[in-house]
């Protein structure tokens, strides 16, 4: 046995400090309900391993308590019963939610040491088959940004190599005559991987002995890197690795990173629909006999281009934000449902 890290006798528990205020309201016999919450939480003395001198310590990193970051929001939930009738009823739910995150700090003093972070770093990129050389990092934490941006280099299109084949045109973001794709280079923050809005809703009509149920959901603000037409669509590769069948026509032999596969990841997904019919029942053994037919995943409103922009949103994960081509998208699947009851 023996010691695997640096010890630091002076961790303690992150502090947070909150701050909400909200409403609940009802009108016209609560067939309109509405309730808005807005919060705002500071996270001081955040858990952060930092690089340290070896020796004054026996291994080059520290875990300590010094990084601080905050979080806001707004949420809102409407309830509305347009129809309440003996025969006929229509209810819809509805809520939102707009959320802020910012990384704040990540430098301070421990016991009189100045430690320091740097202010860039890369959290997720791409890798595995299909994906060979090049610059990968796309995702980072950015002192002073939402957690889990885009920084990335800006493609200005696709030019011939000078070899018979393309590449991408990179812009000299910081205008020195060369072009740089390291982590302080010409890069910039070209968006957010998680959503600055979400919306959830649920809509059910009943007509006598019919009914049907809707499910929604939706997220806005936010951006997808599609890695999987960066991977496909490059004939760096091939024939190594297949290829998608547009990809000759395209001729590009370049892997690096840039937002030229950038896109906007709005969507607004149809979960679940639900018919069904409570049957008239005139028998003595059967008290009640319903019939349901249900869709789930019926379909996506949405601009982006790839299988499905409902992929990673959570900053956990080194694939936040970037379609990767290693996940299945969402199926669709029918059911159909029979409940009596004696």
Not at 137 to 166: A, E, S, T
Not at 195 to 200: D, F, I, N, S, V
Request: proline share 4%; net charge negative; hydrophobic share 35%.
């Amino acid at each position: 046995m023996g010691t695997l890290r640096n010890s630091n006798p002076d961790l303690r528990w992150e502090t947070r400090s909150t701050f909400n205020i909200g409403a609940d309201l009802g009108f016209f016999k609560n067939r309109l309900l509405l309730t808005a919450e807005y919060y705002y939480s500071k996270t001081a003395d955040m858990l952060y391993e930092y690089d340290v001198p070896v020796p004054t310590f026996a291994f080059d990193k520290l875990l300590a308590n010094i990084g601080s970051m905050s979080n806001s929001g707004f949420e809102l939930g409407i309830g509305i019963v347009p129809i309440s009738k003996k025969d006929m009823e229509l209810n819809v739910n509805i809520n939102m939610a707009w959320q802020k995150n910012k990384l704040l700090s990540l430098n301070g003093k421990l016991n009189g040491r100045d430690m320091t972070a740097s202010d860039i770093t890369p959290i997720g990129g791409m890798n595995g088959a299909g994906f060979h050389g090049g610059y990968n990092d796309i995702i980072y934490q950015i002192v002073g940004q939402p957690l889990g941006v885009f920084y990335l280099p800006h493609c200005k299109g696709i030019v011939d190599n000078g070899h018979g084949h393309n590449k991408y045109d990179i812009a000299d973001l910081n205008n020195d005559n060369v072009i740089d794709l390291s982590d302080h280079g010409d890069r910039y923050v070209a968006g957010q991987a998680t959503p600055k809005m979400t919306l959830g809703s649920n809509i059910s009509f009943r007509y006598k002995d019919f009914d049907v149920s809707l499910q929604m959901n939706g997220a806005f603000g936010h951006k997808i890197f599609n890695g999987t037409a960066l991977s496909y669509l490059n004939m760096s590769n091939f024939p190594d690795y297949n290829v998608l069948a547009e990809a000759p026509a395209r001729n590009i032999v370049d892997q690096n990173v840039t937002d030229y596969w950038l896109e906007r990841g709005d969507y607004l997904n149809f979960d679940y629909l639900t018919i069904g019919w409570n049957t008239p029942v005139r028998n003595k053994y059967i008290s009640s006999l319903r019939v349901s037919f249900s869709i789930n995943n019926l379909a996506t409103i949405t601009s982006y281009s790839g299988l499905t922009p409902i992929i990673n949103s959570y900053v956990v994960d080194n694939t936040l934000g970037i379609d990767d081509k290693r996940t299945y998208p969402p199926y669709r699947t029918y059911s159909f449902g029979v409940s009596i009851k004696f």
